[in-house]
């Protein structure tokens, strides 16, 4: 089992930035995938971007392709949600997650196969 906490979400206008952050910890970190999925409010969770345990492969949606990178860093057992360009529709609660048998995103992961769960951080974008 996998204990995730996130941080870093907040208010941001239009256009700017945010970086998300997500400390893991109980299990050695590099041994698995890792996610990112948002949920706005009404609305269903959804896939956000996804990196394989070693970081030499990332999948995202197609809504933040070109804006969203998606980073691990092994040594901190931290992985990291880089968030340009945000838009409004951008807004929900964010939620990393970990994928204890991956070791390779062929095509975009569902959020079942995610084993253990952060308790979420809310970004807010302004119109």
């Known amino acids: 089992q996998v204990q995730l906490v996130e941080s870093g979400g907040g208010l941001v206008q239009a256009g700017g930035s945010l970086r998300l952050s997500c400390a893991a910890s109980g299990r050695t970190f590099s041994t698995y995938g890792m996610g990112w999925f948002r949920q706005a409010p009404g609305k269903e969770r959804e896939f956000v971007a996804a990196i394989s345990r070693s970081g030499v492969n990332s999948r995202y949606a197609d809504s933040v392709k070109g804006r969203f990178t998606i980073s691990r860093d092994n040594a901190k057992n931290t992985v990291y949600l880089q968030m340009n360009s945000l838009k409004p529709e951008d807004t929900a609660v964010y939620y990393c997650?970990?994928?204890?048998?991956?070791?390779?995103?062929?095509?975009?992961?569902?959020?079942?196969?995610?084993?253990?769960w952060g308790q979420g951080t809310q970004v807010t974008v302004s119109s």
């Open positions: 997650a970990a994928d204890l048998d991956n070791t390779y995103f062929h095509t975009v992961p569902p959020p079942y196969e995610f084993d253990d």
